[in-house]
């Protein structure tokens, strides 16, 4: 493609590419089978229920040439409105302006927004006004001045929350919100070394996006349409001389619409492969193939699933070398920390090795530190020397130069194409070494980021890296890898925060050491709270440094830690669905999945102040625990605000109305998400790997909500891992409707709407609907279903302990609607607040009767705490008996309360005494340890029963 020269007024006037106009995303069109009565009940964020996508260009293709008629120009200075809200402000000493795309910015041919101008003379001389129905921009072009922007001479202007805001340039933005750090290496919590970055939404309302130094693209094809054969956009210098190119954002508090922009002015946030989505291995260590091998199958064989395995550089020669060693290899980097051919004494015959990994459905990435260039001991050595002019036989390296247009094309085709070709399916860049390169101001980690993204993308593979942050525009080359953290409670605390605000730069997809880095041995509880924050992360990756004693094999704790991280990564799994159909509203909006609760409460301070808290998509708000439990109840405390609206607590089916600041309690089992009344969540069952086999049946998870609302879902699916054919709608939605009509649940499956290929045409679903009574009758499509005393069979059953409903449906085409009718007495909705906290309840009563059973030989479990810790299970068996039971709960619960109270005294030193004696000395090492403990654990037993919901221990006290 040739380069577009720089321009002038008159440059603008070149033919522009066509606009092309996407098809609206068939889920906008909401076609629902079901009209919904009453009031629709919001999602959290207050968001659209579908998905949208405003594209017009195709993927890939941008204009950066603006449209005439969005720009004005007086003097040396040139505005161009891009939005509404978005104006480009640029000036130039010899009045050329910039119109190739930047690193940054690559569209700016946009619709063009309703707005005036008009350049007035006063006594300071030309005065521009510039208005837009949310922005006033004014402009003077004193007599004799260059017209340079100035805090005299240039100043923007917008309303926001009824008060008058003024911007000139200067003024400080005391009020940004953040964006991110190129890395965590050596983070304690947040003492980062490097500081966190600028973001682009403020509680001022504005932003301005200094672009004026950035360096820029030859042109802005980046469809690839000829694969390797394309034109392949480079970087050119900004051509030197004074000149300003600044873009304000003035969307006050519209967060959202602010990101939603920008990405389309900057490129959209790629959607990953699906597999992304699963877990990773990861750990620096020289491993062996067979000890990989080994790895994977303990994987299988502890039943837990896994989708990556990530190498370390001890996948090539690393010549022995320890971290302390100063020896160096001819670029002057540490010798064996770059490397591009296989160890093979760990890896006899890697081409072997992949296929291996590959027939267990993983995904394999391998650790590269470009920076030392290509050595004389790489096999690549020969052929890449003769290729950049060097002659083999002197053993001079080839120079790592990644902006020489020659040297990245040879680089790919001779070193890393091959290896590729072998299995290695995508690269970890682990660059630190330097922040230059030859070309100024061309950040080297945002360069490798493109270079190794766009040549995936030439390949014809959906891209996929793991990189660092290289800087604004870096969003569009994910995913990111936040480095070396300390592995102490405070990183822990930091990172829900600090992924969250890389939102605001659009940097959806943070991957953190789960476990932390250094020096590597983490105990069981922190370990397992960094699982379950990785878990509701966008990426779900251990690791750890080389240390014998650091261990990230889950099923290598001990138990109950090595049972819930299991649980953990099987809840990951199964929330895939759910994950990915966010991801693809990521790419749609411009608004990471994982995000700050001010983009939907803005107003609130708690949005702003509730730092571990996070959406999760659209039906989540997470908090996940990053602080020890308390010694004697077992059990962590965290205040968590919920904003506005009707929340359930997912783990304990606990209501509550917000907004609202609450304490709650969490044992080591328990994650805190929360989600509104009437919410849908999409899931999968087990799998060894995503992929392994297709979401058959789909699982969907529905919230109970008030007689008289309903809610919606729609679900995305798409080929998954291969190619780009969702940016070409290549995938299929559909949409879950949950409506409440006094006593009847009925929930609608619409049909499918696109297509992909392999795509299922037949599908079974199973209905799950937590946190209420059982059904009189169930029918799909109006045929009765059965109750069912076991899962899996067509019909319906129930889970007491969750008071979930289970419905299990046959293979149904996609083509056709599924309406499930659940019927329920109106005299028992009427009574839904007696199960308020149930599942809760059930979790605290079966710890306590756990720990109380310690006791023994002591003493033992009350019978009353039994009763009550049984009406659960005796619900699975007999959901008919539902009433009576939850009023027979209600009224055991304070007696088991107070007989749990009565144990503290219930042995006597006399009894101790007794106790002893009789037991003799067979006992008596038993004996001494259990009489030092009884006290700490009927302690922890009675905290444990204080923590049952105060809505059921009042309902209990008032039968």
């Not at 490798?448 to 660092?468: C, H, I, T, W």
């Not at 009767?849 to 810790?869: H, I």
């Not at 049984?870 to 007999?878: I, K, M, N, P, S």
């Amino acid at each position: 493609m040739t380069s577009i020269p720089r321009s002038t007024r008159n440059t603008q006037l070149q033919c522009h590419l066509q606009t092309y106009i996407l098809p609206a995303l068939l889920l906008c069109l909401g076609l629902c089978s079901l009209k919904s009565q009453g009031q629709t009940n919001p999602s959290p964020a207050g968001q659209q229920s579908n998905f949208s996508s405003a594209e017009t260009h195709p993927a890939g293709l941008y204009d950066p040439v603006a449209n005439p008629k969005a720009v004005v120009i007086l003097g040396n200075a040139r505005f161009t409105v891009l939005t509404p809200s978005m104006i480009r402000m640029e000036w130039a000493a010899d009045g050329k302006f910039e119109d190739h795309a930047t690193f940054v910015f690559l569209n700016r041919n946009m619709p063009v927004p309703t707005f005036t101008h008009m350049v007035a003379q006063s006594v300071r001389g030309q005065r521009l006004t510039l208005k837009t129905d949310q922005l006033t921009l004014l402009y003077t072009l004193a007599p004799g001045g260059n017209g340079k922007f100035t805090p005299n001479d240039l100043q923007v202007s917008f309303r926001l929350d009824g008060r008058q805001v003024m911007w000139h340039p200067g003024t400080p933005d005391t009020g940004n919100l953040q964006g991110t750090t190129r890395t965590l290496d050596g983070a304690r919590g947040n003492q980062t070394k490097e500081p966190i970055g600028q973001g682009l939404v403020s509680r001022q309302g504005w932003v301005v996006v200094d672009d004026s130094n950035r360096p820029l693209f030859d042109s802005t094809d980046f469809q690839f349409k000829q694969g390797e054969n394309s034109p392949w956009p480079w970087v050119i210098p900004r051509p030197t001389g004074d000149h300003q190119d600044w873009y304000f954002f003035g969307y006050g508090h519209r967060y959202r619409q602010a990101l939603g922009d920008f990405v389309k002015v900057a490129g959209r946030i790629p959607l990953p492969p699906r597999f992304v989505f699963g877990t990773w291995w990861s750990r620096y260590w020289a491993y062996t193939d067979q000890e990989l091998n080994n790895l994977v199958r303990g994987f299988h064989q502890n039943d837990t699933p896994l989708n990556v395995l990530v190498i370390d550089m001890g996948w090539h020669p690393t010549f022995r070398q320890s971290w302390w060693s100063t020896k160096k290899d001819q670029s002057g980097q540490p010798l064996g920390w770059t490397g591009y051919g296989w160890n093979k004494l760990l890896f006899p015959d890697p081409a072997a090795f992949l296929n291996n990994i590959h027939r267990e459905g993983l995904k394999v990435t391998l650790n590269l530190h470009p920076a030392g260039g290509i050595e004389p001991w790489e096999t690549s050595y020969p052929q890449m020397a003769r290729a950049m002019g060097i002659d083999p036989a002197t053993e001079k390296y080839v120079p790592f130069d990644i902006t020489n247009r020659k040297f990245a094309d040879n680089y790919f085709d001779i070193v890393l194409h091959p290896l590729e070709k072998q299995g290695v399916n995508f690269w970890w860049l682990d660059w630190q070494q330097q922040n230059y390169t030859k070309i100024p101001n061309v950040n080297p980690t945002f360069w490798l980021g493109y270079v190794f993204f766009s040549d995936q993308a030439r390949e014809g593979k959906r891209p996929l890296m793991l990189n660092r942050w290289g800087g604004l525009g870096e969003h569009r080359y994910q995913i990111g890898f936040s480095g070396d953290t300390i592995s102490v409670w405070s990183s822990l605390a930091f990172q829900p925060w600090f992924t969250a605000t890389a939102a605001n730069v659009g940097y959806a997809y943070w991957s953190h050491d789960i476990g932390g880095h250094m020096p590597g041995a983490v105990d069981p509880e922190l370990y397992t709270r960094w699982v379950q924050f990785g878990a509701f992360a966008p990426v779900l990756r251990t690791h750890t440094t080389k240390n014998p004693e650091a261990e990230r094999r889950i099923w290598a704790y001990p138990e109950p830690y090595s049972g819930i991280m299991r649980n953990t990564f099987q809840l990951r799994y199964a929330l895939v669905p759910y994950i990915y159909t966010e991801a693809r509203r990521t790419y749609d909006t411009g608004v990471a999945f994982l995000r700050p609760l001010y983009y939907n409460w803005p107003e609130a301070a708690e949005a702003y102040n509730s730092k571990n808290e996070y959406q999760f998509g659209r039906e989540m708000l997470v908090a996940p625990v990053t602080t020890p439990v308390d010694s004697v109840s077992q059990l962590a405390t965290e205040s968590i605000w919920l904003p506005k609206g009707n929340w359930i607590e997912w783990e304990t089916g606990r209501h509550f109305t917000g907004p609202i600041q609450v304490e709650r309690k969490f044992s080591i089992s328990q994650i805190p998400v929360y989600v509104p009344e009437g919410a849908i969540v999409p899931m999968a069952p087990p799998m060894s790997y995503i992929g392994e086999k297709p979401v058959d049946p789909l699982i969907l998870t529905v919230f109970p909500q008030p007689p008289g609302s309903s809610s919606q879902y729609t679900v995305y699916e798409d080929a998954g891992d291969n190619g780009r054919g969702y940016q070409q709608n290549e995938a299929a939605w559909t949409t879950i409707h949950a409506r409440q009509r006094d006593g009847d649940t009925i929930v609608t499956v619409d049909p499918v709407r696109g297509s992909y290929p392999g795509m299922l045409h037949a599908r079974a679903y199973e209905l799950r609907l937590p946190g209420d009574w059982p059904p009189a009758s169930v029918t799909a499509n109006g045929m009765a279903l059965k109750y069912m005393t076991v899962s899996g069979a067509t019909g319906w059953h129930f889970e007491g302990n969750t008071l979930t409903t289970v419905i299990t449906l046959p293979s149904i085409s996609t083509a056709e609607p599924v309406v499930i009718h659940v019927e329920r007495p109106m005299a028992l909705i009427r009574r839904r607040a007696e199960l308020d906290g149930f599942a809760g309840d059930m979790t605290r009563l079966r710890e306590a009767y756990d720990t109380l059973n310690q006791t023994f030989p002591l003493a033992w479990s009350p019978d009353s705490l039994v009763d009550v810790m049984q009406t659960g299970d005796r619900l699975t068996y007999h959901p008919e008996t539902a009433s009576q039971e939850l009023t027979h709960f209600h009224q055991e619960l304070p007696k088991a309360v107070e007989a749990v109270y009565k144990m503290k005294d219930a042995i006597t030193p006399e009894d101790k005494t007794k106790i002893a004696k009789i037991l003799g000395e067979n006992w008596q090492h038993s004996i001494t340890a259990h009489l030092a403990s009884y006290q700490s654990e009927v302690a922890r037993g009675t905290a444990q029963l204080q923590d049952v919901s105060t809505s059921s221990l009042a309902q209990s006290s008032a039968k």
